[in-house]
């Protein structure tokens, strides 16, 4: 692209995608799809992938950085609604940055923060703690995917699936 005058079809697809209101998704026509699962099962297109992503893994560890900051500065704000959100994004850019740990401690998280909200109840302050403390260290450790980072995670799944059967429990109960 020169001077700014013409863009390529994915530039203009791209900025398409960007301005796409809520609820107004782009669909794919059966031959589209059929296409698209192909490619995602062709072994070069997934090693192409996989290279790409592991030549970009500074950049997502970089933000997966930047999210923890937003989950602790949401935390000191006891915004729970940000905790879950910025968590969510941890989850889903952690394993692609090498980070395992992380992700799988902010997915109990979210997981944790989902049911309790959807049982009407608030979440243990110790809880999401231990959680938001675990995913700090996780993602700034240079070898987070350790045993010991496994066995944190390990360790608050159970935690968490303790205290929602208590909940499930004394709800039915």
């Known amino acids: 692209m020169t001077g700014g005058t013409s863009s390529s079809p994915r530039q203009k697809n791209a900025a398409a995608a960007t301005t796409i209101a809520p609820g107004a998704y782009p669909t794919f026509t059966a031959a589209d799809a059929v296409r698209l699962s192909l490619a995602l099962r062709d072994p070069a297109t997934t090693a192409k992938a996989a290279r790409i992503i592991a030549s970009k893994a500074d950049e ?9 900051d937003r989950l602790e500065a949401a935390a000191r704000l006891s915004d729970l609604d940000t905790v879950f959100e910025q968590a969510h994004e ?53 070898d987070e995917a350790t045993r010991l980072g496994d066995a944190v995670a390990d360790e608050l799944a159970l935690l968490v699936e303790k205290r929602l059967s208590e909940i499930n429990v004394s709800a039915t109960g």
């Open 90 to 142: 941890i989850r889903g850019l952690a394993g692609n940055a090498g980070l395992i740990a992380t992700g799988r401690i902010a997915n109990v998280l979210c997981k944790y923060l989902d049911t309790i909200d959807r049982a009407g109840g608030k979440p243990e302050r110790s809880v999401v703690v231990l959680h938001l403390e675990a995913i700090t260290r996780a993602a700034q450790a240079e």
């Open 60 to 68: 997502l560890r970089i933000a997966v950085l930047t999210h923890v």
